[in-house]
Antibody
Framework: QVQLQESGPGLVKPSETLSLTCAVS?????????WGWIRQPPGKGLEWIGS???????YYNPSLKSRVTISVDTSKNQFSLKLSSVTAADTAVYYC???????????????????WGRGTLVTVSS | QSVLTQPPSASGTPGQRVTISCSGS????????VNWYQQLPGTAPKLLIH???KRPSGVPDRFSGSKSGTSASLAIIGLQSEDEADYYC????????????FGGGTKLTVL
C-alpha cells in the first residue's frame, strides 16, 4: 500500500526558508508517477504549490514561482519542497500528493492527484 | 478569490439528492477535465471523481460528476450523514504556462 508522509519544522521564522520532505513508502519514486505539493491555510481552501513530473519537469503556481523549488531524491525515495522568504501568509497545512497519469482503452489520457499525505501544519511566526 | 467558483455551502436531508456546482473559464474547465475531492473534518482531501465523471475504486456510486462547457457538477444521491464534508473541484488551467486551480470549496451539511 502506497503511503505519503510529510515531515519538517512546524515553525518557521518570517523571511526564512520553509523546507518539507515527503517520504514515499510502498512504491519506488523513480517509477511512473509524478508528485506535487498543495497547501491549505487554516479555515481556507486548497492552493496548488507545484508539481514535479517523472520526466523531471517542474511546474509552479505562478503566484509562488519565484520562491518555490520542488525536487526528488530517488536515493531516499522522497521529494521535497522549499519555499523561501516566507511570511505569515504562508502559514498553512502542507500536503504532498501523487500525480497520476491516467489512460484508457479509448485513448483518453488525463492527470489528477490521486493520493495525498496526511498533511503537516507549518506556522510562520517569530 | 479562487479561480474556480463554488457555492460556499450546500445542505440536504438524509436520502436526498444534492448537487454542487463548479464554474470556471475556457482556459481551465472549458479545455480540461475536472476532478472532485472530499475533505472530511480534520483529514486530508480524498479523490472522489476524476476526469469529469470517473469514480476511483472504492468510491460509492452515489457520487457522480458531469461537465458542460465551462462548468461542472458533483451530484450525491441518497445523502448520508457521513457525506458531511468539504468538497473541492480542481482543473488544469492552460494559462500562464499551465497550473492547477481549485475551487474555494463547498461545505455540505446533512440536516
Amino acid at each position: 500500500q502506497v503511503q505519503l508522509q510529510e515531515s519538517g519544522p512546524g515553525l518557521v521564522k518570517p523571511s526564512e526558508t520553509l523546507s518539507l520532505t515527503c517520504a514515499v513508502s510502498g512504491y519506488s519514486i523513480s517509477s511512473d508517477y509524478s508528485w506535487g505539493w498543495i497547501r491549505q491555510p487554516p479555515g481556507k481552501g486548497l492552493e496548488w504549490i507545484g508539481s514535479i513530473y517523472h520526466s523531471g519537469s517542474t511546474y509552479y503556481n505562478p503566484s509562488l514561482k519565484s520562491r518555490v523549488t520542488i525536487s526528488v531524491d530517488t536515493s531516499k525515495n522522497q521529494f521535497s519542497l522549499k519555499l523561501s522568504s516566507v511570511t505569515a501568509a504562508d502559514t498553512a497545512v502542507y500536503y504532498c500528493a501523487r500525480l497520476k497519469y491516467y489512460y484508457d482503452s479509448s485513448g483518453y489520457t488525463d492527470w489528477y492527484f490521486d493520493l495525498w499525505g496526511r498533511g503537516t501544519l507549518v506556522t510562520v511566526s517569530s | 478569490q479562487s479561480v474556480l467558483t463554488q457555492p460556499p455551502s450546500a445542505s440536504g436531508t438524509p436520502g436526498q439528492r444534492v448537487t454542487i456546482s463548479c464554474s470556471g473559464s475556457s482556459s481551465n474547465i472549458g479545455s480540461n477535465s475536472v476532478n472532485w475531492y472530499q475533505q472530511l473534518p480534520g483529514t486530508a482531501p480524498k479523490l472522489l471523481i476524476h476526469s469529469n465523471n470517473k469514480r476511483p475504486s472504492g468510491v460509492p456510486d452515489r457520487f457522480s460528476g458531469s461537465k458542460s462547457g465551462t462548468s461542472a457538477s458533483l451530484a450525491i444521491i441518497g445523502l448520508q450523514s457521513e457525506d458531511e464534508a468539504d468538497y473541492y473541484c480542481a482543473a488544469w488551467d492552460d494559462s500562464l504556462n499551465g497550473h492547477w486551480v481549485f475551487g474555494g470549496g463547498t461545505k455540505l451539511t446533512v440536516l
